[in-house]
């Protein structure tokens, strides 16, 4: 028989099936999406099981989408260790831990009614437009309460934002659980949000101009991968931060001097598709001749909706490998003299 024919495709069987882990390891047997999908859960396995560092990124509109608790879940739980995010992301996380919400909405909708009645839509997902005033007042008034004399790497801002909101929250968040998990939280284009909103408000209003070292974030989180044995890669849609976290591997591999190098392991769950040529949607065989994913990696692309994905793979996890979780050794980090608050 040809080699090739070796492995027959195993027919999912539903009856046998307990529990979600054991659902996504079943499906290693199907075809397409499950089985990546299937695959995402056996390379994330093997991550926990390994002394590396783990990076996630966030694009999308993951979080008003309804996904803050499961990313909650895997920065208390450390199955991640750094996380790179959009602006947006970590600006819907801090107005749900200031006790705001985003409601269910339709996208099949009139926007200019939307528009009167103060309501803004993302998708099929409603939010407050008053209440994202607010939230961009509490973004200036913290602001405010740092040195403006000097400037900032955007984990410094957040290591000071979740220090803050862990004692102030309503419940808790991505950046106030990442504080508490020693998770850094790096946001490279931080300015296209409504962070970057709110700063160039306080700016206007008080002549005070909040400054980003941006290029003290490409250092830092490029240290991470150069001390590190090993690292992996977790995105989830792409953008800025999956090109971040990309690059951090090129700048450390710089520094070593090597031929050889690149992330060792790689998720990513996007939507996109690479013949449109954008970095979203490209495989992590383009990133290969970058550098960026090393030449042996194991590697998987799920293209599926995010926020039909992550949920299935983070209860297979939750539920397949909490021995796993419990005796991982954990990396931590030591990034210098951290920002300090005016008394």
């Known amino acids: 028989m040809n080699k090739l024919l070796k ?5 999912l069987e539903i009856e046998k099936v307990k529990n979600t882990a ?3 390891e079943n499906m290693s047997g199907i075809s397409f999406q499950g089985r990546n999908l299937s695959t995402a859960l056996s390379i994330w396995k093997e991550m926990l099981k390994r002394n590396m560092v783990i990076f996630f990124g966030l694009a999308g509109a993951m979080i008003p989408g309804g996904l803050r608790q499961v990313i909650v879940y895997l920065i208390k739980n450390r199955m991640i260790d750094c996380l790179v995010s959009t602006g947006a992301n970590l600006f819907h996380d801090l107005h749900e831990s200031l006790g705001r919400y985003h409601f269910i909405g339709d996208h099949k909708v009139d926007d200019l009614k939307l528009k ?6 993302i998708y099929d997902t409603y939010a407050v437009e008053n209440e994202f005033r607010q939230t961009d007042e509490f973004i200036k008034e913290f602001a405010l309460s740092l040195d403006l004399e000097r400037s900032y790497t955007t ?7 979740g220090k803050k909101l862990s004692r102030i929250k309503k419940e808790e968040g991505v950046i106030s659980s990442a504080y508490r998990a020693g998770v850094p939280i790096f946001c490279p284009a931080i300015g296209d949000s409504s962070y970057g909103i709110a700063l160039v408000e306080l700016a206007k209003d008080t002549d005070k101009m909040f400054q980003f070292d941006v290029i003290g974030d490409a250092l830092e989180i490029s240290n ?4 590190a044995k090993a690292t992996g ?10 090109n971040f976290i990309q690059q951090a591997e090129v700048i450390a591999s710089l520094q070593r001097k090597s031929k050889s190098h690149g992330h060792n392991y790689a998720i990513q769950i996007v939507v996109d598709a690479p013949h449109w040529g954008g970095l979203s949607g ?15 990696a194991r590697m998987v692309t799920v293209n599926s909706d995010a926020t039909i994905a992550l949920p299935f ?13 419990r005796k991982r050794k954990k990396p931590e980090f030591q990034f210098g003299k951290e920002l300090l608050m005016k008394r």
């Open 155 to 161: 984990r410094e801002f957040f290591h000071s934002l």
């Open 233 to 242: 890669v977790i995105y989830i849609g792409g953008g800025t931060p999956k």
């Open 116 to 121: 009167k009645a103060g309501i803004d839509r």
């Open 22 to 24: 054991q659902l996504l």
């Open 282 to 296: 490209c495989t992590f065989s383009e990133a290969q001749s970058w550098g960026k994913i090393h030449p042996k």
């Open 7 to 11: 492995n027959p495709t195993l027919p």
């Open 224 to 227: 991470l991968p150069f001390w």
């Open 313 to 325: 793979l983070v209860s297979a996890l939750s539920q397949g490998s909490k021995n796993l979780i």
